[in-house]
């Protein structure tokens, strides 16, 4: 019987461990970072095409308020980057609250902290909207192209 128990104990164990290592990878929490510019003009500027390719990273900053800009348009692949610079935490995610179901991968699953970024890259064309889950009040939208 104490067998059983042990065993049945670790396969409920790594079941929970598989479920969070496939859990995603479209979110991550990081810190502010500063990035530098080189300001050596022998350095070539890619083509205008080129760049029209490339995915880009737009911030979206949440204050005291709420989320700004709150409505956004993206084109498929961009990321967001959703910027804490509030006096608290939030914790952004896909409507509805408090299911997130809309986009379900676009949850960051835990409080953002004051000075910490989540990032979401947006792979299906649509327009999602999005709220924070600790006050629901607080919301906006992505349009992906």
């Known amino acids: 019987m ?27 929490a990081t810190t502010d970072t ?8 022998s350095i070539e500027s890619p083509a205008a095409d080129e760049t029209e390719a490339e995915a880009k990273s737009v911030t979206v900053t949440f204050t005291d308020t709420g989320f700004s800009p709150a409505d956004i348009t993206i084109n498929l692949g961009d990321s967001v980057v959703f910027t804490n ?5 939030f914790w952004p995610a896909s ?6 179901t809309v986009l379900p991968d676009f949850d960051a699953d835990r409080a953002i902290a004051t000075g910490q970024s989540y990032t979401y ?15 629901a009040s607080k919301r906006g939208s992505v349009t992906v192209k």
């Open 2 to 28: 104490k067998i059983g128990f042990i065993v049945a104990l670790i396969v409920v164990l790594a079941g929970g461990a598989f479920w969070l290592m496939s859990k995603g990878s479209n979110n991550t």
């Open 34 to 41: 500063t990035t530098e510019t080189s300001t050596d003009s």
């Open 85 to 89: 610079k509030s006096s608290g935490s």
């Open 95 to 100: 409507d509805p609250h408090p299911t997130h």
């Open 121 to 135: 890259t947006f792979t299906r064309a649509g327009t999602w909207g999005y709220h924070d889950h600790l006050d």
